[in-house]
């Protein structure tokens, strides 16, 4: 008997007797059903994978959204710190749970009313303890630029969480206490790598 191209299924030839067309039917039928089982069940949100580097192996699998959230704080404030502290309102501050990573988006209006340097970072707190640090900074240092107002930004990927709960809370420090720093429209934005 003849078989399919790409699966090798059992097919009637058109020689065969009209009387064996039902079992052949069934032949190829039985064939079809046997190698499709795969493609039963699965849930709602659940997406087909390959199980193997076999022909119609599959399986249902369900994909994990990365866990992401975002807080803003709209308030202008100020800091004399040298060192990373809270303005008069902390944060903005997030919760996630996330795996061994995830990426960090810090976003803020700045300036120095003395235009000398500011910096923004973020500290982790939960499953995790971060101080926040300059190497997960936004920062400007603009010893000789005129006055203005900046709105920037800054991504990083954290690759030494432990895996749970963390808390991701912004920080922020001046240049030094000879200057104080003003933020406005400050954002963090967290996003779990996994």
Do not use: C
């Not at 249902?60 to 704080?73: C, D, L």
């Not at 910096?119 to 010893?143: E, H, K, Q, W």
């Not at 749970?164 to 720093?181: D, E, P």
């Amino acid at each position: 008997m003849p078989t399919t191209t790409n699966f090798g299924w059992t097919t009637p030839a058109d020689t065969d007797l009209v009387k064996d067309g039902a079992a052949a039917i069934r032949t190829l039928a039985g064939n079809i059903d046997t190698s499709l089982v795969d493609l039963k069940g699965g849930t709602t949100g659940q997406v087909l994978s390959k199980n193997s580097n076999s022909d119609l192996d599959f399986t249902y699998i369900t994909v994990s959204v990365p866990a992401n959230a975002t807080a803003t704080v709209a308030t202008q404030e100020t800091t004399s710190s040298a060192t990373y502290t809270d303005l008069t309102t902390a944060g903005p501050a997030v919760t996630v749970t996330t795996g061994t990573k995830a990426l960090v988006i810090l976003t803020s209006n700045m300036r120095d009313r003395e235009d000398r340097g500011w910096f923004m970072s973020y500290a982790v707190s939960g499953a995790t303890t971060i101080s926040a640090d300059d190497t997960r900074a936004l920062s400007m240092v603009t010893p000789t630029q005129p006055a203005g107002i900046y709105q920037v930004s800054f991504a990083h990927v954290v690759t030494s969480l432990s895996a749970g709960s963390n808390t991701f809370t912004a920080k922020y420090r001046t240049i030094s206490t000879a200057h104080s720093a003003v933020f406005k429209d400050r954002s963090i934005f967290v996003i779990n790598l996994g």
